[in-house]
């Protein structure tokens, strides 16, 4: 059974940081572009951050670039979510997501195109 498990997650305060990890188990994502979205209530689910299958190219909404980095170590089958200066803005319930595309690129940034899903993390920035 394939399964992306996120945790780090939990309440901070504004300006502080938080580092979410995404653990895949039951099959490799090594050769598959990754993600984090993020669902604030009463909003759609929206694109946080992509990773190539490589790790060697990273694309960010404008909202977290230069506050977030998206990371990936092959090795553990984990993606990670670094992020800092955080706002009230960013409470949102973090998703890890996976798609079946080989070799994929930075160009998977819409809910449809990802196959795979956690069951969230939920992030709440105090002000």
């Known amino acids: 059974q394939v399964q992306l498990v996120e945790s780090g997650g939990g309440l901070v305060q504004a300006g502080g940081s938080l580092r979410l990890s995404c653990a895949a188990s039951?099959?490799?994502?090594?050769?598959?572009?990754m993600a984090w979205f993020r669902q604030a209530p009463g909003k759609e689910r929206e694109l946080v951050a992509v990773?190539?299958?490589?790790?060697?190219?990273?694309y960010y909404v404008d909202s977290v670039k230069g506050r977030f980095t998206i990371s990936r170590d092959k090795a553990k089958n984990t993606m990670y979510l670094q992020m800092k200066t955080l706002k009230p803005e960013d409470t949102a319930v973090y998703y890890c997501?996976?798609?079946?595309?080989?070799?994929?690129?930075?160009?998977?940034?819409?809910?449809?195109?990802?196959?795979?899903w956690g069951q969230g993390t939920q992030v709440t920035v105090s002000s």
């Open positions: 990773i190539n299958w490589s790790g060697s190219s990273t």
């Open positions: 039951g099959r490799t994502f090594s050769d598959n572009s």
């Open positions: 997501a996976a798609n079946d595309i080989k070799y994929g690129g930075i160009y998977y940034r819409e809910v449809r195109q990802y196959d795979y």
